[in-house]
């Protein structure tokens, strides 16, 4: 159905001269892509997109006269002509960036523009019982377990990111871990964007379902190819059912001319636990949403991160973690280093509703800025309304301590290693977060290839 | 020739003159300690020394090995050979002790034009030095000076001596904040370090540290610059009769 200024529902408070504006990015695409997308004749899916369609056309891309956006300007993507990656053509890649092939070791899934790429995964050896599939094959085999759990979590209304992310979904990854099932090895999700001559919008929706007493580790790495703009919108799904454990670490290296947007909702059971690492130092602006639901009891949330923005780089964070139950906890860790030029948000917002007794919550955000001219704009927010709790936040932003540079070159380090040592200390205090070792020091080097770029070889 | 020469030092900190025509000369081999009450520069001659910003040098030269200090960072005077124990350690949240050994030592021993030490000859290296002072794995591997008491602190600056083998050892302050158990530790940390070529600058308020470490020469600070002079009964008398004559002289 041809897309058209008249066909576009119009909210009633709107002020008539807005009347005239364009709709907004990439819904006037949606009609001629809509029966190219996986699960096209599935009636719930259509539905389910067209609702999502008509609740972002109605608010558009979030502008900065949201306050939860009032940092964080998109305006330069109206500019660069998006279309959506085809999710049924996808470009040739045939290797891995070795990075991303020596990040972790284990079985892996690998999307190129949003699109499962077969022959660059490596899934074998899974447990019986485990699913782990591309959502677009899934859509054509097995759509009911799909119905049951898409867009439960991450709701169109109110988020004009996951409706425009629901209007155009059609692939991305599905994991479902059966009751007591453990993954030994994590599962890497590998993200490549390759973008051809034109500006592309890649999508994924990403699922994944731990049932009672089920743990893994899910990495995520994202990055890019050639110099070409790209928006990737990503939206995942997370459902963790009782006593199941999810360690969930992501280093996002997208290209300068990528705009990395990705939200994240946990659901989180009696006793689970939800343990979340972001690097962020790649893309032109990148921003990291995480939500987190703690309706079980003893349900523990831990969102942790390091982002690291150079000049012209805008990195952000928001965090909701909502306790909705007793006897919850939650940890926030987040450190960035910014340099001249460069930009972070922290936004980090600690909900406990009046039933969340005995809730035990802390959140900090520590900044380094590493020049004049870097900003950070940090809203840490605490919203208590039960009274026996204990929350806390922090926030800091200042320069490296003249004191301990001074004490390291009088050790004879000169005073160029002596800051990126001092740096990569403070950033390592984050990535220290990450239970498993191997991981651990996975992500330090991803720090340290930064530092290198910044600083120069280590001392 | 003198190892440390340092003439008619004045300098100042915030326009205000602290040292106000020092001169002093340490040998090969030798050990001098500073005495002086609060106030007389004390620390500002060890800040100096090793080249931290912030003072303001009037007049004077200092010579290190012949050549002038005090064109060199503090980085290259340490690299020189140049050690500073500091009278408050800095803590490094996020550096283990034994990385910050490993670099520190691994910059000398490059910048001499020596190969760095490889992972298990560093552990021996490090660790014969560390039990000497009470030092185990488990406090190498803690972030250095964080959480550390008084003694680990002084104890770990020490360390620090001992794994870079200056030529010229600065102890500021290096008693203070100590019980008595731990100043014979760090002296004997010290005195192992003494030897023919190496010279040590002791710093200090006190008496009590040159009980264990026993100087060639004690000199008296005061006003900014080298009241008296003498051997090691001049600490002696130091302690028994203050520094009120001195004081009064200077003035």
Known sequence: ????????????????????????????????????????????????????????????????????????????????????????????????????????????????????????????????????????????HRPALIEAHIGRLATPKGHALAALNAAFMGDGLVVRLPAGIRLDQPLHLINIAAPGAGAIAIQPRHLVILEAGAAMTLVESHTGLGDTAYFANAVTEISLAPKARLRHIKAQLETPAATHLASVTVSLGEDALYDAFTLNSGALLARQETYVDITGRQGEARVNGVYLAAAGQQQDNVTRIVHDTTDSLSRQNFRGVIDAGGKGVFQGK?????????????????????????????????????????????????????????????????????RRMLTEAFAGEAVNEIADQTLRQSFMALVRSWLDTRFGAPA | MALLEISGLRAAVDGKEILTGLDLAIDPGEVHAIMGPNGSGKSTLSHILAGRDGYEVLSGTVRYDGAD???????????????????????????????????????????????????????????????????????????????????????????????????????????????????????????????????????????????????????????????????????????????????????
């Open chain 1, 1 to 140: 159905m041809p897309v058209s200024l008249k066909s576009r529902p119009e909210p009633p408070d709107r002020p008539m001269l807005e009347n005239a504006m364009p709709p907004p990015l990439l819904s006037d695409r949606h009609a001629a892509t809509a029966a190219r997308l996986p699960g096209s004749g599935l009636a719930w899916l259509g539905d389910l997109r067209g609702q999502a369609l008509a609740s972002y056309r109605a608010e558009g891309l979030p502008t900065r006269k949201l306050e939860a956006w009032r940092k964080t300007p998109l305006d330069h993507l109206a500019g660069l002509d998006l279309a959506p990656a085809e999710l049924t053509a996808p470009p040739a890649v045939d290797t891995l960036p070795p990075w991303q092939r020596e990040l972790v070791q284990g079985p892996s899934i690998v999307f190129v523009n949003g699109h499962h790429h077969p022959g660059l995964s490596r899934l074998s050896g899974l447990p019986d019982g485990v699913l782990i599939d591309s959502l677009a094959h899934l859509l054509e």
């Open chain 1, 350 to 418: 600690i909900l406990v509703k009046r039933h969340a007794q005995r809730t035990d919550g802390h959140q900090l955000n520590r900044v380094l800025l590493l020049a004049p001219g870097a900003r950070i704009d940090a809203k840490p927010e605490l919203e208590i309304y039960a009274d026996d709790v204990k929350c806390s936040h922090g926030a800091t932003a200042g320069e490296l301590d003249e004191d301990a540079l001074f004490y390291l070159c009088a050790r004879g380090i000169p005073p160029a290693a002596a």
């Open chain 2, 69 to 251: 200090l005090l064109a060199l960072s503090a980085d290259e005077r340490a690299r020189a050979g140049i050690f500073l124990a500091f009278q408050y350690p800095v803590e490094l949240p996020g550096v283990t002790g034994m990385n910050f050994l490993k670099t520190a030592l691994n910059v000398a021993r490059t910048s001499r034009g020596e190969s760095e030490m490889d992972a298990m000859d560093f552990l021996k290296f490090v660790r014969a030095r560390a039990a000497k002072l009470g030092i185990d794995d488990d406090m190498l591997r803690r972030f250095v000076n964080v959480g550390f008491s008084g003694g680990e602190k002084k104890r770990f600056e020490i360390l620090q001596m001992a794994v870079l083998e200056p030529r010229l050892a600065i102890l500021d302050e290096t008693d203070s904040g100590l019980d008595i158990d731990a100043l014979k530790v760090v002296a004997e940390g010290v005195n192992a370090m003494r030897g023919p070529d190496r010279g040590l600058l002791i710093i200090t308020h006190y008496q009590r540290l040159l009980d264990y470490i026993v100087p060639d020469h004690v000199h008296v600070l005061a006003n900014g610059r080298i009241a008296a002079s003498g051997g090691k009964e001049l600490a002696l008398e130091l302690e028994e009769k203050g520094y009120a004559r001195f004081l009064e002289v200077a003035a």
